[in-house]
């Protein structure tokens, strides 16, 4: 099992940017894909972004393509969400997650331990 805090979430206006960091906790960060999802109030859970165990793989949504950017650094343990020119649409509590598996997926199943997550809120 591995243990997962969110950090870098707040309020930001519309156009700017942020930088959520995910660290890990445990011997086998290095060899599991991590994702990123976000919940909306009244909307259901949705995939934002992973990456693959070795990072050479990235996969985004569409609804961020171009904005967010994910990365990480096995070294710290730690994987990253960039967000740049925010929305208020994407204003969510957002989510890391740590995949069963090296293969990147934006699939909620396949990620088996979730962090608490950290509010992101957009103001127009």
């Known amino acids: 099992q591995v243990q997962l805090v969110e950090s870098g979430g707040g309020l930001v206006q519309a156009g700017g940017s942020l930088r959520l960091a995910c660290a890990a906790s445990?011997?086998?960060?290095?060899?599991?894909?991590m994702g990123w999802f976000r919940q909306a109030p009244g909307k259901e859970r949705e995939f934002v972004a992973s990456?693959?165990?070795?990072?050479?793989?990235?996969d985004v949504a569409d609804s961020v393509k171009g904005r967010f950017t994910i990365s990480r650094d096995n070294a710290k343990n730690t994987v990253y969400l960039l967000m740049n020119s925010l929305k208020s649409e994407d204003t969510a509590v957002y989510y890391c997650?740590?995949?069963?598996?090296?293969?990147?997926?934006?699939?909620?199943?396949?990620?088996?331990?979730w962090g608490q997550g950290t509010q992101v809120t957009v103001s127009s």
């Open positions: 997650a740590a995949g069963n598996s090296p293969s990147l997926s934006d699939y909620g199943g396949s990620f088996g331990s």
């Open positions: 445990g011997r086998t960060f290095s060899s599991r894909a």
């Open positions: 990456i693959s165990a070795n990072g050479y793989r990235e």
